[in-house]
T-cell receptor
Framework: GQQLNQSPQSMFIQEGEDVSMNCTSS?????WLWYKQDPGEGPVLLIA?????ELTSNGRLTAQFGITRKDSFLNISASIPSDVGIYFC????????????FGKGTKLSVKP | DAGITQSPRHKVTETGTPVTLRCHQT?????MYWYRQDPGHGLRLIHY???????DKGEVSDGYSVSRSKTEDFLLTLESATSSQTSVYFC?????????????FGPGTRLTVL
């Protein structure tokens, strides 16, 4: 079946540093979504991307829909302790609403 | 807050017993989804609904059934729970405005099958 490769799996960063994570696939996607999940809670939508090449920001977060439609990245600038959590990418392929698949997540830990 | 609630939030049950989880939305979204989240697997789709009484299977539908008799409620049933169904279950909704692709998640239900 379809798979998303999300990297890195985990990362430790110093407060104030910039962070970058990405998702890749061998298949073409129509939509890319980025979520953050805190312990014990549901994923919260950060950014949604609908067009190849699209670059969208949400505060200190920036995400891009790759030109090839097979990848997306998320950048966090000037990280702070509350950025800790697990970040998931999700991509939709094909025409069915059931065709949204998720990466396995990037666990972000920030050293205060 | 996308107006989604899940009940119960935690449940412990025994193997072989039936279990029903409820997802309730207050915002009239057309689409509703059930996912399970397990370490090493991320989020995987169980079933989804595209309208009242309209449902379809997802990637991991075996052992689960769903029902949607009203727009606001989507029920997930484990007819005979097994230990492999111990997981965290999330409901999601989409389709009210903008892209139908954009899914919003509920707080989750942690299910333990002993």
């Amino acid at each position: 079946g379809q798979q998303l490769n999300q990297s890195p799996q985990s990362m430790f960063i110093q407060e104030g540093e910039d962070v970058s994570m990405n998702c890749t696939s061998s298949s073409i996607f129509n939509t890319w979504l980025w979520y953050k999940q805190d312990p014990g809670e549901g994923p919260v939508l950060l950014i949604a991307l609908y067009k190849a090449g699209e670059l969208t920001s949400n505060g200190r977060l920036t995400a891009q829909f790759g030109i090839t439609r097979k990848d997306s990245f998320l950048n966090i600038s000037a990280s702070i302790p509350s950025d800790v959590g697990i970040y998931f990418c999700a991509g939709r392929y094909g025409g069915s609403q059931g065709n949204l698949i998720f990466g396995k997540g990037t666990k972000l830990s920030v050293k205060p | 807050d996308a107006g989604i609630t899940q009940s119960p939030r935690h449940k412990v049950t025994e193997t072989g017993t039936p279990v029903t989880l409820r997802c309730h939305q207050t915002e009239n979204h057309r689409y509703m989804y059930w996912y399970r989240q397990d370490p090493g697997h991320g989020l995987r789709l169980i079933h989804y609904s595209y309208g009242v009484k309209d449902t379809d299977k997802g990637e991991v539908s075996d052992g689960y059934s769903v029902s949607r008799s009203k727009t606001e409620d989507f029920l997930l049933t484990l007819e005979s729970a097994t230990s492999s169904q111990t997981s965290v279950y999330f409901c999601a909704i989409s389709g009210l405005a903008g892209s139908t692709d954009t899914q919003y998640f509920g707080p989750g239900t942690r299910l333990t099958v002993l």
